[in-house]
């Protein structure tokens, strides 16, 4: 079996200089790697109760449904602003070069119900924190924060270090 890093593309000095960005449509285009990144993503939660599956926009919604459909449950979207048709929560989250916002409907969590959020990417984690806001928020538990990748060296675990995170590869 080919390790899952090797269905990742280093892509240097984008979106800018001094950047390795972690291209996943290399993946994307494998199903032996889809699979594979599939099955170490689900490997974690045998033994979790799962309720809903949070995806942020956009690259976290291709293994949020894989999930939520493994997992025989609702999978909920979080997007950019203006994208969501009815009453959403807002959440502002801070970037290197200033400031963005995520929207999810807000009926879309209940009270207790146990949340895995899915993102391909953890960073910064400014993206995360700002998920896991709006999931407490509405009343939901965030029983792990799901990833593809996690790049260590930036750290963004720190931001969400009160809940259980994996990532299927780490550099």
């Known amino acids: 079996m080919k390790s899952l890093k090797s269905y990742i593309r280093d892509v240097p000095n984008f979106p800018k200089e001094g950047v390795h960005f972690k291209d996943i449509t290399t993946l994307l285009q ?3 790697g889809v699979a594979q990144c599939l099955e ?5 939660l045998k033994t979790m109760k799962v309720d809903k599956v949070v995806a942020v926009e956009a690259r976290g919604f291709f293994f949020g ?6 997992l025989k449950v609702p999978f909920v979207p979080v ?10 929560v807002v ?3 801070d970037l290197e070069y200033g400031s963005d916002k995520l929207e999810m409907h807000e009926d879309s969590i209940q009270k207790g119900d146990k949340v895995l959020i899915h993102d ?8 995360a924190e700002a998920v896991c806001k709006m ?3 509405t009343g939901g538990e965030i029983v792990q924060c ?9 750290e963004g675990a720190k931001k969400i270090d009160s809940y259980p995170v994996f990532a299927a590869v780490s550099y």
């Open 30 to 32: 494998s199903p032996e």
């Open 40 to 44: 170490l993503l689900l490997s974690q």
């Open 65 to 70: 449904m894989l999930l939520a459909k493994a």
């Open 79 to 88: 997007r950019k602003p203006g994208k969501l048709p009815r009453k959403v």
């Open 91 to 93: 959440q502002s989250y």
């Open 120 to 127: 391909d990417v953890l960073a910064t984690g400014g993206t």
């Open 135 to 137: 999931i407490e928020s």
């Open 146 to 154: 799901n990833f593809i990748i996690k790049i260590n060296f930036l």
